[in-house]
């Protein structure tokens, strides 16, 4: 490292005024001087990865990327990192169908030119061993069209809930919403909540990146609990019997197993989880990095994602899952499954995006009237470049 090293002193910096800790700082003098960190601390930040996108002359390198890949030879992709509501901007390098590295992309209103580290390791879902890849009946593995057919069957009989997730885009929330909007009999659809700490700069308090998403689209038009009892009470008074999940385990928004047992799931999702052992279908979904679409961050800044890799080989691709069940269920086809072919259709639907097409959406994202919300209680604190509107209010 010290003989890259050209002294400049960016990362000590860095440390020192983004971190707020001192870290790194140079020891001895003239052609002696070397960077080093203080005795007794560590560079442990979940910010310290920043320090090898500024350090000018690759000095500092990162153990996840270091040797992997020649840096020209990777794809980069615009993306979003989906830890929390704050929704950094990212750079997805990626080559022949294979991610190697996420970086942060700038964007001034949002992230600056950072990112945390944890942000920079979610590429890493993407081929993990509990990938859910495959359709399935009853535990076996059919094809696509199979596994919608029995998924139509079940929605039909009625007695129908809609668990959706606070990480789907935009696009799959308002499909969802559609699909919900054509079953028979009122249709109760639910989103699980994720919360945890803020750390006052670029992870908020609410780790789902789309939940105002739910709430523009009309998915919800309430604040997410992190548990489900209503839908708990429903199945045990038997006035539930078909549970469509998209992108949530059951079990962890607190529906026991002997309430799984009691209803059919038809469990869409990226991974395996404890749902899917008691589902009557499932079906995969792709992740952030295998699809296009848009999420709305905690600011209702619209922020854009592009297809970075394929997704699993098999696998219906784009918002096909979407599309194709809307399809199976009304006869009709709703539209193409593509981001762009939604966003054609929620323009006319919804206020907040009037005017807007999916191309039309800047790579740095656009900022929507967010006041029908105002009187919600969302949960998160201040951040870099993000007040809530309490706070804001407090100080005028
Ligand atoms: S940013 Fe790189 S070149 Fe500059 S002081 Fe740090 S290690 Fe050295």
Same mark, same amino acid.
């Given at each position: ?11 000590? $910096? ?47 390198? !990162? ?19 989906? *830890? ?16 190697? $590295?996420?970086?942060? $992309? ?185 699809? !296009? ?39 009709? *086809? ?28 800047? *790579? ?7 006041? $029908? ?24």
């Amino acid at each position: 490292m010290n003989e890259r090293c050209i002294l400049c002193s960016r990362c000590i $910096r860095f440390c020192d005024e983004i971190i707020g800790e001192s870290i790194l700082g140079f020891t001895d003098r003239g052609s002696y001087s070397t960077l080093g960190v203080f005795p007794g601390k560590q560079l442990t930040s979940n910010y310290s990865l920043n320090t090898v996108d500024l350090c000018p002359v690759g000095a500092l390198t !990162s153990t996840d990327f270091r040797f992997k890949m020649r840096v020209w030879f990777l794809k980069e992709t615009p993306s979003i990192d989906t *830890e929390s509501s704050v929704g950094c901007n990212t750079v997805v390098g990626s080559r022949e169908g294979v991610i190697h $590295r996420i970086t942060p $992309r700038r964007n001034d209103a949002v992230n600056d030119t950072w990112m945390p580290d944890s942000g920079r390791m979610l590429y890493k879902q993407v081929d993990s061993e509990d990938r859910l890849t495959e359709y399935r009946l009853d535990g076996k593995v059919c094809g696509a069209d199979d596994a919608l057919a029995a998924a139509q069957e079940l929605l039909q009989s009625g007695s129908v809930a809609i668990v959706g997730s606070g990480r789907l885009s935009v696009e799959e929330q308002y499909l969802l919403r559609r699909i919900a909007g054509r079953l028979s009999g009122s249709v109760p659809v639910y989103l699980v909540a994720r919360t945890a700490d803020g750390d006052g700069m670029l992870i908020s308090a609410d780790r789902n990146p789309n939940v105002r998403g739910a709430l523009v689209t009309g998915l919800i038009d309430s604040l997410p609990q992190a548990t489900l009892p209503e839908l708990a009470q429903a199945i045990d008074a038997g006035t539930v019997k078909t549970i469509l999940t998209v992108g949530e385990d059951l079990t962890v928004a607190g529906i026991s197993v002997e309430q799984l047992r009691k209803v059919a799931v038809i469990n869409i999702h990226t991974h395996h989880s404890d749902t899917a052992q008691y589902s009557k279908v499932d079906m995969p979904l792709l992740t952030v990095f295998e699809k !296009s679409g848009s999420f709305i961050n905690q600011q209702f800044r619209v922020q854009k994602f592009a297809q970075a890799v394929p997704g699993p080989k098999g696998t219906l691709f784009g918002l096909s899952t979407f599309t194709r069940l809307y399809r199976v269920l009304t006869g009709e *086809e709703l539209c193409e499954p593509s981001a762009d072919a939604v966003w054609h259709l929620m323009v006319n639907d919804i206020e907040e995006f009037k005017g807007l097409s999916f191309r039309g959406i800047p *790579e740095t994202g656009h900022l929507i009237d967010g006041k $029908r919300f105002a009187d919600l209680p969302f949960v998160e604190g201040k951040s870099l470049h993000y007040e809530p509107a309490a706070v804001a209010t407090a100080q005028a």
